[in-house]
């Protein structure tokens, strides 16, 4: 009878642990752990949000791995969030960041074997976040505002799911288009996005696709036998050659020695991923089915086996060859091709050139919203597209470095979904920059992020503060403004974040040469008209105040500050001012001298914090309470 008793009680032990981890309910989905996949789930995971990620391979990572595009485009100066964590992974691996600048194509070069793995560490540490490998979504409904997916794995066995928040991170936005959600495909017109790089008709031309190759040294002849239909002359001018008579691109006719370091990674090994006349390849994959698109990249890939082939016998690359210690497919060749352009959602705001350009000059101020940072140059491939000398030339248009809003994450019209990777919601033109990797993890993490706080509010993902998703940027390491001003690490980093993005202090954004750059200008001397920004948050103020290029004197700027914390209901402590002084260890404490940008924006943060008091709406705008104010003391 006693083991009878002992029998049932493990049952029921049992029969609880099951239901109460049961893998058919989750926090956040996640469909592709892909570059913004993998970090999402991170993101969300670190947040509390118990989360899935659904992967078709065997491996994590998207374009920067199973693509094996493993050579980072931008933003290493503004090593933003997760997108800097990897960075670090990286270097430790290796042995420091030079180690990282094996080719003169990036700062950031490695095997994407290795950044595999170090994602996989990654998510292995993640108690709230699993992986389900070698699976496929087969199924997905919406019910009661939640989300059920089939999910087919490895073995043809189906899961059901059921999720609160669902996060698309496919490479071509499949996800997205099962929902319903509304999408543009290919170059609009300039008359409909105001770009005047844009096209003047709209067109459904995409970007080209590689099928990368990871070639390693044999140290012996491993030339590969002549693919079937081989043509020389499809590769002629990749570099200069005996074999170059007549290029596409004159300005471009590279040593074929700088042509293989391009993407020189360590241990030996190159990444061929060469946009001059080389493996490029057009075609347009994005509405045909699963089985057309594998029928269309076994041509993609015999592209990039012909200029393999290339290399080794009529470059003379001949000890060059598939390395046998990447990639576990039957070719070694990646598991997918670099996708560079996807469907591109309609969200609640749509990012264009302009943005980027003039952020502080359009209409819907999104430069207040921003949740992550690039400064790459618009960069589109369209060579191998027949017909391309008549398209805009997007090869590295200059821009300066930019902040990406949160509302292009959004879709208008479906509840419960976030769109990251490369479909969010941009004009084609800026995808040419919004597309690379730094900036699409940086997506993910705010992907992971906003999803984080809907499921902990119970809100609507439309309805999560626009600043509570900014703050879990900043406190995950992640940039909202491109300043290059103060380093992640630096005491006034925040505060400076922060009041950049309420418009109150503007920065300044230029392109130079390569390098896209935005400053808060942190060590100028402020000027009185600088201050204009107060008047949109705070519209009570003098606008007399904002009159002149005159300096303003730390004395002044504290009357100032006073003056509208009476009028918000705040009292301020004396003796407030040089206590921040001490704590941000600011120099030459002297109420006479005239105050530094940057000590006038820490002052506004640290004693109005209107970053957290004035809350704006997705397009940026500030929204208006009504009602009686109450009296606080500022910390």
Excluded at 33 to 59: D, F, K, N, P, Y
Excluded at 308 to 325: R, S
Excluded at 423 to 439: A, D, E, K, Y
Excluded at 621 to 630: A, D, F
């Amino acid at each position: 009878m006693r083991n009878y008793f002992l029998g049932l009680c493990l049952l029921f032990a049992l029969c609880f642990t099951a239901c109460s981890h049961s893998d058919d309910s989750v926090d956040v989905l996640i469909i592709g752990g892909g570059a913004s996949g993998v970090t999402a789930g991170i993101q969300s995971a670190r947040m509390g949000a118990a989360t899935l990620i659904v992967e078709e391979t065997e491996w994590l990572g998207g374009m920067l791995t199973s693509a094996g595009v493993s050579a980072v485009d931008g933003n290493y100066d503004l090593p933003a969030g997760l997108f800097g964590e990897f960075r670090e992974h990286l270097a430790d691996y290796y042995g420091g960041l030079d180690s990282l600048k094996t080719g003169w194509v990036s700062s950031v070069l490695f095997e994407p074997s290795v950044g595999n793995k170090i994602f996989h560490e990654m998510v292995d540490v993640e108690k709230n976040l699993k992986v389900w490998h070698n699976a496929t979504l087969v199924k997905l409904e919406r019910e009661n505002n939640a989300w059920i997916a089939q999910i087919q794995m490895k073995d043809n066995t189906i899961k059901k799911i059921h999720a609160k928040i669902l996060i698309d991170g496919t490479e071509l936005g499949d996800i997205a288009k099962m929902c319903g959600v509304k999408y543009d495909v290919g170059m609009e017109s300039r008359h409909d996005t105001k770009e005047d790089i844009a096209p003047e008709e709209k067109n459904n031309i995409v970007q080209d696709i590689t099928y990368v190759a990871i070639l390693k040294d044999y140290g012996k002849d491993v030339t590969i036998s002549c693919p079937e239909g081989y043509n020389k002359d499809e590769f002629a001018c990749a570099c200069a050659s005996h074999v170059c008579i007549t290029p596409k691109e004159p300005d471009r006719v590279w040593s074929k020695d700088m042509m293989i370091t391009y993407g020189k990674l360590p241990n030996n090994k190159y990444m061929i991923n060469w946009p001059i006349e080389g493996n490029d390849y057009y075609v347009n994959l994005i509405e045909m089915t699963r089985e057309e698109r594998e029928e269309a990249l076994k041509y993609a890939k015999h592209y990039t086996l012909c200029f393999v082939y290339f290399l080794q016998h009529e470059l003379g690359f001949n000890t060059l060859g598939l390395a046998d210690d990447e990639y576990p497919t039957a070719d070694k060749l990646p598991f997918i091709p670099y996708h560079r352009e996807s469907r591109r959602i309609h969200g609640l705001v749509r990012f264009d050139l302009n943005h980027a350009c003039e952020p502080f000059r359009q209409s819907q101020p999104l430069y207040r919203t921003c949740i992550a940072v690039g400064n790459y140059p618009v960069d589109h491939h369209h060579t191998r597209y027949h017909g391309y000398e008549e398209l805009p030339n997007l090869y590295f248009h200059p821009i300066p470095s930019y902040g990406l809003p949160v509302g292009t994450l959004i879709p208008k019209d479906v509840e419960g979904l976030i769109v990251a990777e490369k479909s969010i919601s941009v004009s084609n033109i800026i995808n040419g920059t919004t597309r690379l990797q730094p900036m699409v993890m940086q997506i993910g993490q705010a992907a992971g992020a906003l999803a984080a706080l809907a499921v902990k509010e119970n809100k609507n993902i439309r309805e999560v503060s626009v600043r509570e998703v900014q703050n879990a940027i900043l406190d995950g390491k992640g940039y909202l403004l491109p300043y290059l001003d103060v380093e992640l690490d630096h005491p006034m980093f925040k505060s400076l974040q922060r009041i950049g993005s309420t418009g109150i202090l503007k920065g300044i954004g230029k392109s130079v040469d390569w390098s896209n750059q935005m400053w808060f200008r942190a060590d100028t001397l402020l000027l009185a008209n600088e201050l204009k920004g107060l008047g949109d948050v705070y519209p009570f103020v003098n606008k007399q105040i904002f009159e002149g290029n005159n300096t303003i004197s730390i004395q002044k700027a504290t009357e100032l500050i006073r003056e509208i914390a009476e009028k918000e209901g705040f009292e301020m402590k004396e003796g407030r001012v040089e206590e921040i002084w001490n704590e941000f260890e600011l120099k030459d404490f002297d109420m006479n001298r005239n105050i530094l940008r940057s000590e006038m924006a820490i002052l506004i943060d640290q004693i109005l914090d209107p970053f957290n008091n004035k809350k704006v709406d997705i397009t940026g705008q500030y929204i208006q309470y009504m009602g009686m104010k109450t009296k606080r003391t500022t910390i």
